[in-house]
């Protein structure tokens, strides 16, 4: 069955979703205007230790590219 006939109800609530992927803290493009998950404190290995933290258990590999969450903490330079 399709759903390309059916009604939104919350078309703001369904772009977010499409654009987040699995396993993200929250919503994608949720962050500072410009941040990434590729500069989040919080990408170890590709996936996202704060969704981890949360919900106690890995979610999928996120894009470097993906916009940030609400979460986001920038990378703590190193010396």
């Not at 704060?50 to 979610?59: D, R, V, W």
Request: aromatic letters at 6%.
């Amino acid at each position: 069955m399709s759903d390309k006939h059916l009604t939104s109800t919350n078309p703001e609530l369904e772009e977010l979703v499409r654009n987040t992927p699995r396993g993200m803290a929250h919503w994608s493009g949720t962050g500072p205007a410009d941040a990434t998950c590729g500069k989040c404190r919080f990408l170890v290995k590709d996936r996202c230790s704060e969704f981890a933290q949360m919900m106690s258990k890995q979610g999928g590999k996120i894009p470097p590219e993906t916009p940030a969450c609400r979460y986001f903490e920038r990378m703590r330079k190193t010396a």
